[in-house]
């Protein structure tokens, strides 16, 4: 019997899969009663409250740091959401998710070393369409 390849070149791995689903599902929750249009925030809060609800530890607005050549820098960088100290939220309310938006979860992945990130979009009709789960 020949056991199936697995294609690592285009297989994507996702670390934290159970945590990062039960996030999705949250954010389908809020999304689904409250729609589009409205603030950031407002998606934040209730995101953080039904995430919390799932039993996960959530902290808002984490402070995250920039070290540069031996020095930190605390120069107002926040991550939205960081759940179970694991898994980084980056929400948007954007007509569409831009490369930009995309670096800057990279980014946030790179400063904490965290390998799990989702960039959830809630301006969207369908929130499935505004959910990029990031692996590195």
Excluded: W
């Excluded at 939205?80 to 930009?100: A, G, H, M, Q, R």
């Excluded at 946030?108 to 070393?113: A, H, I, Q, R």
């Amino acid at each position: 019997m020949i056991e199936p390849q697995s294609n690592r070149a285009t297989e994507k791995i996702y670390i934290d899969a159970d945590i990062t689903n039960r996030i999705i599902g949250c954010a389908i929750e809020v999304h689904k009663i409250l729609g589009p249009g409205l603030l950031e925030s407002v998606y934040e809060s209730c995101l953080a409250f039904e995430v919390t609800k799932s039993g996960f530890l959530v902290e808002r607005q984490k402070p995250l740091p920039v070290c540069y050549k031996g020095l930190i820098f605390n120069e107002g960088f926040r991550l939205d959401l960081f759940v179970e100290e694991k898994v980084i939220v980056e929400l948007k309310c954007v007509e569409k998710i831009l490369p930009i938006h995309e670096a800057q979860i990279y980014t946030y992945l790179k400063l904490t070393g965290i390998k799990t990130g989702l960039l959830i979009n809630f301006n969207t009709k369908l929130l499935k369409d505004g959910i990029i789960r990031i692996a590195c």
